[in-house]
């Protein structure tokens, strides 16, 4: 193709230009809407286009919608709970598991559930219990206190903490067990449950 | 029978589809090494067959799921082979695709002008994975739920968008329906259907381009039919066999993630206990094929945020990205080779890092090294640095020696924990197949709701948790996990409570100050302990087990119903002597005689209800009033619950479970599902009980 025919502006010459109808329309697709056929060929192509747009979106957009639902939902645990007396724990240093209960909701049901669970640790003549949440800040898992080291566990991949929930290097997660804030009330311990996002040097709430 | 078809292909022109379809020019003649695809085919229309009948019988909701998969896996006919068939045969065509990708590597079929079509297989693997991952979680069981839990929590360090991903994936903040009918939808729904579209795209490049035949062709050219289609056929069937053997032998042990293998039934497809938040489960692994990615991110230890980005994200994107330049790679002189040799390194990396992975959850099971010296010293002294150093005298040598031998203890032990994390979720998946299995099934809040409300299962929980820490039980029950043993009990041993064997030992002289009953308490030097010593010792011994059988038969136990219907005379004179003014009764009440005041109340001792009440307030003047030696009331409050330290129902499950109460198939009930039914705490006496225990032991057997 070293010369290339001259470029023909208005659709193919065979056929007369002017002449309405037939398969005209068609072939006039690049072609600017100077004359009536090509401008009406352009119409054409335009509508089909628009109207079977529209038709394929309608229902596209609704689903989509419904499909992005989730992210204008908020976890339903974010209240402060009450998670035990303040009998229960001794202020002795040693943590102790307690599971938090929750109205959970789950989409259509509404119940009261178990949501997850705490460690919660009471130093000598403390008032106020340290709060951490037992789920590991690497990938999610259970973590599990050790007593005779007297440190936490976490059984997936093998990342320690202090009783403190300090970090014990070396270790796959990237920052310390969460805390959780925690108050007493008439005698019994509260806590702000929260999930935290895992894997994240910082610690991020999941609303 | 012509006519008919000439009729047909005058309108559809079938007889040209047909030949189209099965005679393809085959250069050289048929061979085994083209069978790949084929299989993979063939697995897959066995999924969409397989699929499409579960699907009749599946229903995703966190209360349905699990229940709907327990009926179709022990309930429905044939539903274990079905489900058996869809489990093993996705496995299969996770190894049948990396063969697939092997044959195509190797002889090079991604050349021009395939290169399309083998990123179309590329693009066709990552849907198959990702079949896999979603078909993981559909029964809601344990592994499913927290192996997903930990994938899509992987999800949330993508940057930017991470947290927007994980919440569109969860449908939702929180896991549940709509995490279920997503992956629902994408494992049904979407991606079989994204699977079909590509590969019949997939199927007519490759007849396109006719089959990239292996040099020196050795036979003339061949058809497709018949030759091929035969070795096809025999390689789909070889598929077949080895899935059916999988699904029907016990070797499919090995072959599901965790090894946890099959509660109930020996059976099909494993399933674990129904998922549960908000318990525990140290056991979750991926599917195998997975596990090597799993382990690839134990590598980046101490990396930080980072590390997770490069182990999940960064590097395995990279080597999809350079699986798909093979086809450019390929062009250059020694493009092929280094094809190859990726290939083969890849793949020895994923064997490595499967088989680290295997042996770190179950070296624990292959050694016979219990590393019982460096236990002892950890136990002593911790694993303090310091301390170790004093320790060993700051001799660096030793220390040296003794800090390699506590790596590999660590190792061990974490095994060990691994091994029976997975052994307890056995214990939970066989008890909840009972329950389910009961005439009672399953209540509309679904299978958890037994779980939680079953004394066996929650027992042991809530006593290590609430109880353990003055109380020992041993003989631990056969519940899922055993109660930690307090370090130093401080009150009595709870193991058989009010079971003759347990009140025999209550008032033999040598047994009632020691730990297992009064020896950690105030009550040691008591008067109880003084009577059984002094006044006690000295009855007939026939007298002595008369008043322990009609004590014991007080709690109404439902172990020693049998014997208590045996022995009533023996219980009726037992009930006089307890009755006695001048025996029991002078200090105890009991029904009629004696008063309340000095010491507990004997009538109904050790039942459900007097349990109850000294759980809940033993200083209450029915039990020990100020003589109470530090057990907590733990539900002093009986008109403002929320006040009490343990709720009503959290009583009732350990009062149940001490008791030995809980659901058990009664051993002529023709369960599909039957567990082997082990002895509980109560019918189990230590070694070293009195002979009193003989004919409680021998009455059940004899009652029947």
């Given at each position: 193709m070293?010369?290339?025919?001259?470029?023909?502006?208005?659709?193919?010459?065979?056929?007369?230009?002017?002449k309405?109808?037939?398969?005209?329309?068609?072939?006039s697709?690049?072609?600017?809407?100077?004359?009536?056929?090509?401008?009406?060929?352009f119409m054409?192509?335009t509508?089909?286009?628009?109207?079977?747009?529209?038709?394929?979106?309608?229902?596209?957009?609704?689903?989509?919608?419904?499909?992005?639902?989730?992210?204008?939902?908020?976890?339903?645990?974010?209240?402060?709970?009450?998670?035990?007396?303040?009998?229960?724990?001794?202020?002795?240093g040693?943590?102790?598991?307690?599971?938090?209960?929750?109205?959970?909701?789950?989409?259509?049901?509404?119940?009261?559930?178990?949501?997850g669970?705490?460690?919660?640790?009471r130093?000598?003549g403390?008032?106020?219990?340290?709060?951490?949440?037992a789920t590991?800040p690497?990938?999610?898992?259970?973590?599990?206190?050790?007593?005779p080291?007297?440190?936490?566990?976490?059984?997936?991949?093998?990342?320690?903490?202090?009783?403190d929930?300090?970090?014990?290097?070396?270790s796959?997660?990237?920052?310390?067990?969460?805390?959780?804030?925690?108050?007493?009330?008439?005698?019994?311990?509260?806590?702000?449950?929260?999930?935290?996002?895992?894997?994240?040097?910082?610690k991020?709430?999941?609303? | 029978?012509?006519?008919?078809?000439?009729?047909?292909?005058?309108?559809?022109?079938?007889?040209?589809?047909?030949?189209?379809?099965?005679?393809?020019?085959?250069?050289?003649?048929?061979?085994w090494?083209?069978?790949?695809?084929?299989?993979?085919?063939?697995?897959?229309?066995?999924?969409?067959?397989?699929?499409?009948?579960?699907?009749?019988?599946?229903s995703?909701?966190a209360?349905?799921?699990?229940?709907s998969?327990?009926?179709?896996?022990?309930?429905?006919?044939?539903g274990?082979?079905?489900?058996?068939l869809?489990?093993?045969?996705?496995?299969?065509?996770?190894?049948?695709?990396?063969?697939?990708?092997?044959?195509?590597?190797?002889?090079?079929?991604?050349?021009?002008?395939?290169?399309?079509?083998?990123?179309?297989?590329?693009?066709?693997?990552q849907?198959?994975?990702?079949?896999?991952?979603?078909?993981?979680?559909?029964?809601?069981?344990?592994?499913?739920?927290?192996?997903?839990?930990?994938?899509?929590?992987?999800?949330?360090?993508?940057?930017?968008?991470?947290?927007?991903?994980?919440?569109?994936?969860?449908?939702?903040?929180?896991?549940?329906?709509?995490?279920?009918?997503?992956?629902?939808?994408?494992?049904?729904?979407v991606?079989?259907?994204l699977?079909?579209?590509?590969?019949?795209?997939?199927?007519?490049?490759?007849?396109?381009?006719?089959?990239?035949?292996?040099?020196?062709?050795?036979?003339?050219?061949?058809?497709?039919?018949?030759?091929?289609?035969?070795?096809?056929a025999?390689?789909?069937?070889?598929?077949?066999i080895?899935?059916l053997?999988?699904?029907?032998?016990?070797?499919?042990?090995f072959?599901?993630?965790?090894?946890?293998?099959?509660?109930?039934?020996p059976?099909?497809?494993?399933?674990?206990?129904p998922?549960?938040?908000?318990?525990?489960?140290?056991?979750?692994?991926?599917?195998?094929?997975?596990?090597?990615?799993?382990?690839?991110?134990?590598l980046?230890e101490?990396?930080?945020e980072?590390?997770?980005?490069?182990?999940?994200?960064?590097i395995?994107?990279?080597?999809?990205?350079?699986?798909?330049?093979?086809?450019?790679?390929?062009?250059?002189?020694?493009?092929?080779?280094?094809?190859?040799?990726?290939?083969?390194?890849?793949?020895?990396g994923?064997?490595?890092l499967?088989?680290?992975?295997?042996?770190?959850?179950?070296?624990?099971?292959?050694?016979s090294?219990?590393?019982?010296?460096?236990a002892?010293?950890?136990a002593?002294?911790?694993?303090?640095?310091?301390?170790?150093?004093?320790?060993?005298?700051?001799?660096?040598?030793?220390i040296?020696?003794?800090?390699?031998?506590?790596?590999?203890?660590?190792?061990?032990?974490?095994?060990?924990?691994?091994?029976q994390?997975?052994?307890?979720?056995?214990?939970?998946?066989?008890?909840?197949?009972?329950?389910?299995?009961?005439?009672?099934?399953?209540?509309?809040?679904?299978a958890?709701?037994?779980?939680?409300d079953?004394?066996k299962?929650?027992?042991?929980?809530l006593?290590?948790l609430?109880?353990?820490?003055?109380?020992?039980?041993?003989?631990?029950?056969?519940?899922?996990?055993?109660p930690?043993?307090?370090?130093?009990?401080?009150?009595?041993?709870?193991?058989?409570?009010?079971?003759?064997?347990?009140?025999?030992?209550?008032?033999?002289?040598?047994?009632?100050?020691?730990?297992e009953y009064?020896?950690?308490?105030?009550h040691?030097?008591?008067?109880m302990?003084?009577?059984?010593?002094?006044?006690?010792?000295?009855?007939?011994?026939?007298?002595?087990?008369?008043?322990?059988?009609?004590?014991?038969?007080?709690?109404?136990?439902?172990?020693?119903?049998?014997?208590?219907?045996?022995?009533?005379?023996?219980i009726?004179?037992?009930?006089?002597?307890?009755?006695?003014?001048?025996r029991?009764?002078?200090?105890?009440?009991?029904?009629?005689?004696?008063?309340?005041?000095?010491a507990?109340?004997?009538?109904?001792?050790?039942?459900?209800?007097?349990?109850?009440?000294?759980?809940?307030?033993?200083?209450?003047k029915?039990?020990?009033?100020?003589?109470?030696?530090?057990?907590?009331a733990?539900?002093e409050?009986?008109?403002?619950?929320?006040?009490?330290?343990?709720?009503?129902?959290?009583?009732?499950?350990?009062?149940?479970?001490?008791?030995g109460?809980?659901?058990e198939?009664?051993?002529?009930?023709?369960?599909?599902?039957?567990a082997?039914?082990?002895?509980?705490?109560?019918?189990?006496?230590?070694?070293?009980?009195?002979?009193?225990?003989?004919p409680?032991?021998?009455?059940?057997a004899?009652?029947?």
């Amino acid at each position: 193709m070293a010369n290339p025919p001259p470029p023909q502006p208005f659709g193919k010459p065979s056929l007369p230009a002017g002449k309405p109808g037939g398969p005209t329309g068609k072939s006039s697709a690049t072609s600017p809407p100077s004359s009536p056929a090509a401008r009406r060929g352009f119409m054409v192509e335009t509508s089909a286009v628009v109207i079977g747009g529209i038709v394929g979106l309608v229902p596209a957009l609704s689903g989509l919608a419904v499909f992005l639902d989730p992210l204008r939902r908020k976890s339903s645990a974010e209240k402060l709970l009450r998670v035990t007396t303040l009998d229960a724990l001794p202020d002795d240093g040693i943590p102790r598991q307690f599971a938090v209960i929750a109205e959970h909701v789950d989409a259509w049901n509404r119940s009261l559930e178990p949501v997850g669970a705490v460690y919660l640790r009471r130093n000598k003549g403390e008032a106020t219990p340290q709060c951490l949440t037992a789920t590991c800040p690497h990938a999610g898992c259970f973590v599990n206190y050790d007593a005779p080291t007297n440190s936490f566990k976490c059984p997936c991949h093998n990342s320690t903490f202090t009783v403190d929930g300090q970090i014990i290097e070396p270790s796959p997660s990237p920052r310390a067990m969460d805390t959780m804030e925690c108050e007493v009330k008439d005698q019994e311990i509260l806590v702000k449950f929260q999930n935290y996002y895992t894997g994240k040097t910082e610690k991020v709430v999941k609303e | 029978m012509k006519a008919l078809i000439d009729w047909l292909d005058s309108r559809t022109g079938v007889r040209d589809l047909v030949h189209e379809a099965l005679y393809e020019r085959i250069p050289g003649g048929s061979r085994w090494r083209y069978v790949w695809g084929s299989t993979l085919v063939f697995a897959f229309v066995t999924q969409v067959i397989t699929g499409v009948f579960l699907w009749m019988c599946y229903s995703p909701s966190a209360q349905t799921a699990w229940e709907s998969v327990y009926f179709i896996q022990y309930q429905m006919s044939g539903g274990w082979l079905l489900r058996g068939l869809h489990h093993f045969m996705a496995q299969a065509m996770v190894v049948l695709m990396a063969l697939h990708l092997m044959q195509v590597v190797i002889d090079g079929a991604y050349r021009a002008p395939r290169e399309v079509n083998f990123w179309l297989g590329l693009i066709l693997m990552q849907i198959v994975l990702g079949l896999s991952l979603t078909g993981y979680l559909l029964p809601w069981d344990q592994k499913g739920y927290w192996a997903t839990r930990v994938a899509t929590n992987l999800l949330s360090i993508v940057p930017l968008v991470g947290p927007q991903l994980q919440q569109l994936v969860v449908g939702g903040a929180d896991y549940g329906h709509l995490t279920l009918t997503r992956f629902f939808a994408l494992h049904a729904g979407v991606l079989p259907g994204l699977l079909v579209f590509f590969l019949i795209i997939h199927v007519a490049l490759f007849r396109r381009h006719g089959i990239c035949t292996k040099k020196p062709e050795r036979c003339p050219e061949m058809s497709f039919w018949p030759d091929q289609v035969l070795k096809d056929a025999v390689a789909c069937l070889a598929v077949l066999i080895v899935v059916l053997l999988l699904v029907v032998h016990p070797l499919n042990l090995f072959m599901s993630s965790g090894g946890a293998g099959h509660a109930v039934s020996p059976l099909g497809a494993e399933l674990g206990a129904p998922a549960d938040s908000s318990n525990q489960y140290a056991a979750a692994r991926p599917e195998w094929y997975f596990l090597f990615l799993f382990q690839f991110l134990k590598l980046f230890e101490g990396w930080g945020e980072q590390g997770e980005l490069l182990g999940a994200i960064v590097i395995p994107g990279a080597v999809m990205a350079a699986l798909f330049l093979m086809p450019l790679i390929g062009r250059w002189n020694l493009g092929h080779r280094f094809n190859i040799g990726l290939l083969f390194i890849l793949l020895a990396g994923i064997g490595w890092l499967t088989t680290a992975a295997v042996n770190e959850d179950y070296r624990a099971k292959w050694t016979s090294d219990t590393f019982a010296e460096v236990a002892q010293v950890v136990a002593e002294i911790g694993t303090d640095p310091e301390k170790i150093a004093s320790h060993f005298g700051n001799d660096t040598e030793k220390i040296q020696q003794f800090t390699t031998q506590l790596a590999a203890y660590e190792k061990y032990t974490k095994s060990k924990d691994y091994l029976q994390a997975v052994k307890g979720a056995e214990r939970e998946a066989e008890r909840i197949v009972t329950l389910a299995s009961s005439p009672e099934r399953i209540p509309p809040t679904g299978a958890i709701t037994l779980l939680r409300d079953d004394p066996k299962t929650q027992g042991p929980r809530l006593f290590a948790l609430n109880c353990a820490s003055c109380h020992t039980f041993t003989p631990a029950a056969s519940g899922t996990e055993e109660p930690a043993p307090a370090k130093r009990s401080t009150a009595a041993d709870l193991a058989g409570f009010a079971s003759r064997p347990w009140i025999a030992g209550l008032l033999n002289p040598e047994k009632i100050a020691g730990p297992e009953y009064f020896g950690n308490t105030a009550h040691r030097e008591g008067e109880m302990a003084g009577f059984v010593k002094e006044t006690l010792a000295g009855w007939p011994a026939e007298e002595v087990q008369n008043a322990v059988m009609a004590l014991s038969a007080e709690a109404k136990l439902k172990s020693q119903a049998a014997a208590d219907q045996t022995d009533a005379a023996r219980i009726e004179a037992g009930r006089k002597l307890i009755a006695d003014g001048d025996r029991c009764a002078s200090c105890h009440k009991f029904h009629e005689a004696g008063e309340l005041g000095s010491a507990p109340d004997l009538t109904d001792y050790g039942s459900r209800e007097w349990l109850t009440g000294m759980i809940d307030d033993p200083r209450h003047k029915r039990f020990y009033r100020e003589a109470n030696d530090r057990m907590p009331a733990f539900a002093e409050f009986p008109h403002d619950p929320a006040k009490n330290m343990l709720s009503a129902r959290t009583i009732a499950l350990i009062v149940d479970w001490l008791r030995g109460e809980w659901y058990e198939p009664a051993a002529d009930e023709p369960a599909e599902a039957k567990a082997p039914v082990e002895p509980s705490a109560a019918e189990k006496p230590a070694a070293d009980q009195p002979p009193v225990a003989a004919p409680a032991e021998a009455a059940p057997a004899a009652g029947k």
